[in-house]
C-alpha cells in the first residue's frame, strides 16, 4: 500500500494537539508502527474512546501498523490523567474478559486479520509486567527517570495542588514510569516508534521517549489529539444514562442513532470529520449543503448514518431509522410491530404506563375503559368518547372510533399497546 501524509490527515480533520518534531517526516519514510493503549477497566469501549480508536484507523489507512496496547497491567493501576481520585483496581481474570470485549469492538475499525503488511496487533501489557519484579524494575528502569522529571508532569501537579484530599498514591504516581516501559518495550520488539493519545497522555508519551532515548538509545515520537468537548461545554460522550456505548446490549442502537442525530450544528461540522471515514471533498459538499438548508440536518444525518452503520452495520442502521420516524408519525402499526422489546422501550422512555392482566384483554377491553377508568390516560369516560368523536385516538398508530375492543391481537412484542392522543400524546399499557 502507498504511504499517505498521517498528519496531514489529521490536521484537515482537527484531530492534531501536539505533535513531536520531524513526526511527519518519519512517517513518509517507510511502514511504521505506532500504539494507543486502551482501558480495560469495561467490558465496553464507549464513544469516549472513539478518538483514539479512529486515530488507530486513519494511521491503518495511511499504510502503516497500528499496535491497539490493552492495558492489563496498566489496567490494575489507574492512570491519574485527568482524574480526581484513584479507580477501583480489576482481577486479571476479568481483565482478561474485558480484553476480548475490546478486541471485537476495534475489529469493527481495524484490520486485524487480512495478513497485510499492515494487518493491525493487539498487545496487553500485563504479558511482559507480570514477570516484572519491584527490584528489576526500579533498578533497570526507575533509575533513568528523576523524580523531579515526573513530579513536572501536569498528571502530577494536578493532583497534588487540586482540592483532592487524599492527594495521591505512590502506585499511581508511578503509572508513567510503566506507560512509558511499554513504549520502549513495543519499540524493541515491534519497531515500534510512535505513541498517540488524548492531549492529556502527553506526560505520559513524552516519559516513554525519554525512556527510548536514555535506555534504548533509539528515538520514539508522539502526537495527541485534542480531548473533545461539545459545544455547549458539557462532556462529550455522556448522555443522561451516562457513557453511551459501543456494545449494543449497554446502549441501543437507537440511542446510539440519537446522540450523533441530536449534535448541535457546530458539533456535527467537527464529529463528521473525526468520527467518519469521509473524505474532505465529501464534507465540504456536506458542509455547504447543510448551510443552505440547516433545519434539514443533513450533517446530522449522514452523520449518524455513519458512524452507527460503522458501529453496529447496516441493518442496525436502518432499525434505528425507523424507530426514529415512529416518534414523527411517519410509522405504522405493522413498523411498531417490528420494534424489538429494547428499542421500543428506548424510543417511548419516559412515556406515562399502566399495567394491565392479560386476563383483561381475553374477551375485548372496550376503549372508553382502555383511556380512563382502567389506565388513567384521559381524566374521564366522558372525555375519552369526546376524544374519539374528534377522531384524536389511535391504537398502534391506527384511529380507532368508539366501540373498539383492545385484544391480544393488538400486543407490541407480547406485552404492550400504545395509546395515542393527538400528534403528541403517547400512553403505554404494559399488559402482564
Partial sequence: MQLKNFVEELQWRGMVHDVMPETEEHLMEQMRSAYIGFDPTADSLHIGNLVPIMLLSFYQRCGHRPVALVGGATGMIGDPSGKSSERNLLDEATLRHNQECVRTQLSQFLDFTSGAKNEAVMVNNYDWMKEFSFLDFIRDVGKHITVNYMMAKDSVK??????????????????????????????????????????????NITTGTELIRRIGGGKG??????????????????????????????TSPYKFYQYWLNSSDDDAEKYIKIFTFLDKQTIDGLVAEHQEAPHIRVLQKRLAKEVTTTVHGEEAYEKAVKASEILFGKSTSEDLKMLDEQTFLDVFEGVPQSELSKSELENGLDIIAALAEKTGFLKSNGEARRALKENSISVNREKVSEGHSLTASDLINNRFVLLQRGKKNYFILEVK
Fill in 221 to 250: 515520537y508522539a502526537l495527541t489529539c485534542p480531548l473533545i468537548t461539545k459545544s455547549d461545554g458539557s462532556k462529550f460522550g455522556k448522555s443522561e444514562g451516562g457513557n453511551v456505548w459501543l456494545d449494543a446490549k449497554r
Fill in 158 to 203: 494536578s493532583r497534588l495542588t487540586g482540592d483532592n484530599v487524599d492527594g495521591m498514591s505512590f502506585t499511581e504516581f508511578t503509572y508513567q514510569m510503566v506507560q512509558g516501559y511499554d513504549f520502549l518495550h513495543l519499540y524493541k520488539n515491534l519497531d515500534c516508534t510512535l505513541q498517540m493519545g488524548g492531549s492529556d497522555q502527553w506526560g
